[in-house]
């Protein structure tokens, strides 16, 4: 049996949502078996970010290259990257590895505003990381910042998505998760060629915690296992639906989502008492 592996770069989550954690365990539930390289620690739960501790440029170094010098990985995606300094040594690595099954989620802002990314760091990403992308997957604000430009509607989404692409990015996936425009859901693909519209319904609840990473690490485990681009997004977006809909009720602010629920289905609240 040959099995697929897959790594997250990315930041913790202490409350478990988001950030590896949320990738450890799709990565789980999608059969593919898990590495991390933390970038940063952050103390948080539902209610917000209440610390954020980056790791040394050296420590996220060691941590891949200890993957990269004997396990190897079959895909890998970002998360948290933190500082441009961060973002130049995971990109220094990518290439030294020479990994080209590369999903950048280039994360910014956590759901309560705290930054996830300095400023500065904006320009590090475009520049070094974006050309080491084989998919990019920002939601609509993320996409405003990359391609610099307002996005009212579809169609601005897909002039944002054409210029992803001539930074660099092979495939752009901009989610339609942050606009408020009726019933349907719409997660854009634009592979260079042509544009594809992944939908799905959309579910009116404050437990969306983590789905932005939750997303991008199912792509990676798709991608991971040999799917394409684009069924990769489908079973993302499937997956995330299912585990917006199927939500926990955890915490007194932004909850997590449920990251069995695509794969297992709903679990009946404390059955076992
Ligand atoms: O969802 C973005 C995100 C990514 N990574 C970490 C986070 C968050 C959101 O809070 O905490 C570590």
């Known amino acids: 049996m040959t099995v697929c592996k897959a ?90 590895y020479r990994w080209e099954k590369v999903v950048v989620d280039p994360v910014m802002i956590a759901k309560g505003g705290a930054s996830l990314l300095q400023e500065e760091a904006i320009q590090a990403m475009k520049e070094v990381l ?3 992308a084989m998919v990019i997957t920002p939601n609509i604000p993320e996409a405003e910042v990359l391609a610099d430009m307002n996005i009212r509607n579809l169609e601005d989404r897909k002039i944002a998505a054409e210029k992803l692409y001539h930074a660099g990015v092979k495939n752009v996936v901009i989610k339609g998760g942050h606009v408020n425009d009726g019933d349907e859901l719409i997660n854009l693909l634009f592979d260079g060629n042509d544009f594809t519209y992944v939908k799905s319904s959309r579910i009116s609840t ?68």
């Open 7 to 96: 790594l997250t770069i990315a930041g913790s989550d202490s409350g478990g949502g988001a950030g590896i954690q949320a990738d450890l365990k799709t990565f789980q539930e999608l059969n593919v078996y898990g590495m991390s390289a933390l970038t940063a620690v952050t103390a948080q739960n539902t209610l917000g970010v209440h610390g954020v501790y980056p790791l040394s440029v050296e420590a996220v170094e060691k941590q891949i290259e200890a993957i990269g010098e004997d396990m190897g990985t079959d895909a890998l995606k970002t998360g948290m990257l933190f500082s441009s300094e961060i973002i130049r040594a995971v990109a220094k690595q990518i290439e030294k």
């Open 130 to 132: 974006l050309p080491l």
């Open 206 to 273: 404050k437990n969306t915690h983590g789905t932005g990473c939750t997303f991008a690490a199912v792509m990676t485990a798709e991608i991971a296992k040999g799917q394409t681009v684009q069924q990769a997004v489908e079973t993302a977006s499937a997956f995330v639906h299912a585990a917006i809909e199927q939500d926990l009720h955890i915490g007194n602010g932004h909850g997590p989502t449920n990251h069995w629920a695509f794969k297992q289905g709903p679990l009946h609240e404390k059955e076992h008492q």
